[in-house]
Every structure is written in structure tokens, then in C-alpha cells.
């Protein structure tokens, strides 16, 4: 068994203190060797900066294939840095283990890792302790970025509202493995969309060059983490603006085609873990956003408009319209860590 330093440098050392040629030209002079990793940004760029933390049982099932969890680990602080514009430079890794499974640690590794090499955003430092019960893993990114800044508050009126990929696969999957968890049995149909849509929760595609791509484009930006609704709804907050939003023109994989209604729209609007991109941007930039489209090989569909706040607007700033253009009432709500009804 491994103590803590052969640990680290057998499965996290490989941006180590001499950095290859792609770390080098992400901008790290010094990486896993020392007491503090080094990078420097290119000049006149500013660093933008991000953090999660992922907790057992919370934020992922303990079975989960580990190669995957390094994956999203990295991933969802990659989408991030897409949803400010930023180019990663680097990333640091906290990792609090209750025992060191070798195996678990090579597959972990390996899916960070591989990730971190197609997003060319090296591995550069960490800590690694022993946890009392349960692994917590936390991801800190460096990315660079310069104005105009991908901000939440800079939504403008007669912007159009546009989502990257598909909405709802992530949270499907998400209630059909919950209830694998609580021992129930999937029927058919269950069985077929859990194999469809397992991908969108375990691999999610941080639209890093996306994000990237949008600047200059795009008026404001956010990734979608925690519900299309909720998220958008950070965007019109802090931009002082409210929404409608089209039922008919979202995105929704064919998948969820034949699923009921109410789960569809619970999926595809208040379902997080999605890790696309909701942005705002002028009617004059449309031509411009389809060639982008064309050009990464990424959907992007326009869904809605932005407008000024008026005195009837309540408390939620998103109107979702039906297809006759009557107001849909929901009451969904996207996901809240400390929402009185939830006892995680
Ligand atoms: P210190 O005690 O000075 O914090 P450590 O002995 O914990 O340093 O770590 C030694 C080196 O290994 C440092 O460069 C640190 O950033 C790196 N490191 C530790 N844990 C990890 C990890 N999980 N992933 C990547 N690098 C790590
Ligand atoms: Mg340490």
C-alpha cells in the first residue's frame, strides 16, 4: 500500500516539475514538485477562477465507474471557465480518500487525466488526505480571459436567449438510477432511456471552445448546472430583466420523445447536471451564431427573448410560453442544495 507521496506521484505527477510543451504553452512554468504550482497568463489577460466540490453520496453515487467521476470532476469546473469565454490554463486537485483502492485510483486518474489533456488544461498541483467516510474530491481551475467579460448581468432587452446541445437526458438518467438505488426495478422502457441517456450524466462536454468562441458575440452567459430555469434566471436577475421562453423551440433529444408530459418538462427545465451553455446575444448576431455552429459541429437553438422588467412580473423572470403563446405555470424549481424540501 502506497503513503501519500508515492500515491501522488504515481497517479497525479504528470505535469510534474519540468512541464511538457502543451502544459508550457497553456502558460505553467512549475507544476506537481513544489509547495505552490506557477503559470503566468499571456499578457494583457486576466485569470478567472473556479471551484466544486464533489461529495460521496451527495454529488455522485459510490458505485459510480470512477473513470467517469474523474471526468466530470474536471468537466464540470471546465464549463465553468466555458461560460466566462476563458481559456483553461490549469487545474489543481483536492482529494480526500477514506483508503487508497489502487484500482479505483488508476481509473480515476485516467479519466481525468484524459480529459485534461483534450481540454489542454494540465493537472498542476493538489492535496491529498484521508477521509473519515466517503471520497469528497474538489477541482480548482485557472483559465484566462479579457474583456468584454461573458458576465450574468449584462443581458440586454431584445436579446435572443440560446442553449448549446440538448436539455433533459442528464436528469433522466439521474431518476432512473436513483431508483436503482432505492431497489426498485426498471421497466422496459426505463431500461432503454437509462442506456441512452447515462452518457449525458457521467461524460459531461464542457463547451470549451464554445465559450471561447462567444466572445465578443454573446451579451451574457452561464452554464447550465443546476436547470435551464434557475440558471437563466441567475442571467435575468442579476441583468434586471425578465424572459419568455418557447416550449416548443427548445432542444430535447429524441429520447425523451415518448416520455409523459410532466417528466419531459421537469427533465428539459428544471433538470440539472446538463453543463451547456445559455447565453444572450443580439438579433444581429444570429448569422454570425449559425456559422459558429456549423464551424464547432455544436447545436445551438435559439429559444426565447429578453425583456425589460415591468411592474406585473413576479417573482420568477422566466415566462415559459405553450404553442398557443398562453403562459405554461410550472412550479419548478431547479436544484437547491438547501432547499427546505431537500434532505441532502
Ligand atoms: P504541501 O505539503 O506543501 O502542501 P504536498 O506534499 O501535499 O505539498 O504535495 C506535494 C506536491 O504534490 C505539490 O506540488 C502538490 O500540489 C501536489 N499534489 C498533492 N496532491 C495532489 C493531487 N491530488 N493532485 C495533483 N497534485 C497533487
Ligand atoms: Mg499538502
Known sequence: MSGEFDLIKQYFSRTARHPD???RKAGV?????DDCAIFSPSSHQSIATSKDLLVEGIHFFSDVDPFALGHKALAVNLSDLAAM?????GCLLGLALPNVDEKWLKAFSEGFYQLAEKMRCPLIGGDTTRSEKGVVLSV???GEVSPPYLTRNSA???DTIWVSGCLGDAHIALECLLKLHQGLVLNDQEQWLLKK???????PNPRVD????????AHAMIDISDGLLQDLGHIL???QLCAKVYENRLPVSTFLRDIPIEQRRRAVLAGGDVYELCFTAPASATERLSALSQQLGVMLTPIGEVYARSEEVLAAPVMVMDEDGREIVLGLHGFDHFASSNNE
Not at 464554445?210 to 458575440?217: I, S, T
Open 156 to 158: 440586454k432587452v431584445g
Open 85 to 89: 469565454g476563458a481559456r483553461p490554463i
Open 210 to 217: 464554445l465559450g471561447q468562441a462567444l466572445r465578443g458575440v
Open 140 to 142: 480548482t481551475v485557472f
Open 21 to 23: 510543451a502543451k502544459a
Open 197 to 203: 441517456t447515462r452518457r449525458a450524466l457521467e461524460y
Open 237 to 239: 436577475t442579476q441583468s
Open 29 to 33: 512554468i512549475l507544476g506537481v514538485s
